[in-house]
């Protein structure tokens, strides 16, 4: 399976940025990323000038909008214009299922930013009726998201909402405004893709989203298989698992270094794998750059999602570089199974 970069989360002078949709386009690929979601400020307007930047570029550009609100921002992906100008901080769920009917998804923007009077409606304070209606959160914001200080509540309320049972996307997001030099890098979302031809079909990009098949990353890049039963899965896969008392999980991890211009390996080196579950952390695996795959077995009993995390040095700091979505683990009886 293919894994193509994407930004999720853009702006141009349609709302607030300060370069054209071209510009963007331009410097992304110069970033190696393989697509954009366009998702400029309550419009659509920016996406007239969509297939002549992605014609000159080659880089996949895919409608979304910032829903920005006094009581939140929200992303929409894959729709055409849904109104949102009639929701109040309780009625959020009206809005998403116009989303929904119109073939899109809805990511929270970043949550735990600084809301009024620093930036008003950037906190999220909608309120949450039905985790299972989101889709998708930014848990990592803005330029070099590991030392972010509103990240980590947003990281820790995705892996809360994911031991409560919720299957949610977590995204990264640039929340791109202008393409002059800026300090630092940002992450990318790497979207798992049957082809990489793919990219530029927004319902496919959209599908893998919704689904889980995303790593998020500084640079470097987490393949995951799981084992069990003879069969293997990948990331945002849903494991079904008799007698998970005595059952295993196997963990085949690969990282591939950062093929991102700039980030070499003296400023970004992996040193360690994590793999997180929601009873915790279930395994760390030192890592050097002359490793292969590692390898693991995880016991199944209690395990309802796990993912992998990969933590080393950042710009001369010690951070997270990268992060899967979960494998799903489901516990099942062979009743359970039977054909009705």
Known sequence: MPWVPFELHTHTPHSDGRHSLLEMCREAKK???????????????GMAEANAAQEETGVAIIPG??????????????????EWRDLGPRDIHKGIQRVHEAGGIVGIAHPYSMGSPICTGCHWEYEIQNWNDIDYVEVWHEMMPPYKHHNIPAFQQWTSLLNEGFRI???????????????????????????????SRPESVVSAIRHGRCIVSMGPLLHVEAAHGGATYG?????????????????????????VPGRTADEMQVT????????????ILPRTDQQGA????????GIRWLRVKAA?????????????????ILAASNDELREP
Not at 238 to 259: G, M, Y
Not at 272 to 283: F, M, Q, T, W
Not at 312 to 328: E, I, K, S
Request: glycine share 10%; hydrophobic share 40%.
């Open 235 to 259: 990331i945002g896969d849903i494991i079904t698992v008799l007698s998970p008392e005595t059952a295993t999980i196997e963990l085949r991890i690969q990282v591939e270094s950062s093929s």
């Open 312 to 328: 080393g040095m950042l710009a001369g700091g010690h951070a997270t570089l990268a992060f899967t979505n979960p494998v799903y």
């Open 169 to 199: 996307t977590a995204t990264a997001g640039r929340d791109w405004h202008h393409s002059e030099h800026a300090d630092g890098w940002s992450a990318f979302t790497y979207v798992g893709l049957e082809k990489e031809s793919e990219r």
């Open 65 to 82: 909008m910032e829903w920005t609100t006094f009581y939140g921002h929200m992303l929409t992906l894959g729709a055409p214009y849904c």
């Open 272 to 283: 360690k794998l994590i793999v997180e579950s929601n009873a915790g952390e279930l395994a």
């Open 31 to 45: 970033l190696g990323l393989g697509g954009i979601a366009l998702t400029d400020h309550n419009t659509l307007s």
């Open 294 to 301: 590692a390898e693991c077995s995880i016991p199944a009993a």
